[in-house]
């Protein structure tokens, strides 16, 4: 039983910084890839970053590129995103998901946490 389960999100001022961690669990992800989503009110969930456990290949969407930075920590089967100068249109609710690559990932990903509240204000 793989169980996802992020934290970290949470209120702060546009321009501000927070750290997102999603703790992993079940199995072993040495060869599955990691991603972070969004969801705004009314709005399609998108895609955020993604991380490859093995190796740490990083891709970013590219309204987030330079601003946030996703990583992971293979020892404490943990992936973060560190999201700086927050804007308030990265307010959204904040999954991550895995699958074993990252087209299955784009495609609906395997596994899901449960999400976590991120709201910048203006």
């Known amino acids: 039983q793989v169980t996802l389960v992020e934290s970290g999100g949470g209120l702060v001022q546009a321009g501000g910084s927070l750290r997102l961690s999603c703790a992993a669990s079940g199995r072993p992800f040495s060869n599955y890839v990691m991603g972070w989503f969004r969801q705004a009110p009314g709005k399609e969930r998108e895609f955020v970053a993604s991380?490859?456990?093995?190796?740490?290949?990083?891709v970013y969407a590219d309204s987030v590129k330079g601003r946030f930075t996703i990583s992971r920590d293979n020892a404490k089967n943990t992936v973060y995103l560190q999201m700086n100068s927050l804007k308030p249109e990265d307010t959204a609710i904040y999954y991550c998901?895995?699958?074993?690559?990252?087209?299955?990932?784009?495609?609906?990903?395997?596994?899901w946490g449960q999400g976590t509240q991120v709201t910048v204000s203006s």
């Open positions: 998901a895995v699958d074993q690559n990252r087209e299955r990932l784009l495609e609906g990903g395997r596994y």
């Open positions: 991380i490859t456990w093995r190796v740490g290949t990083t």
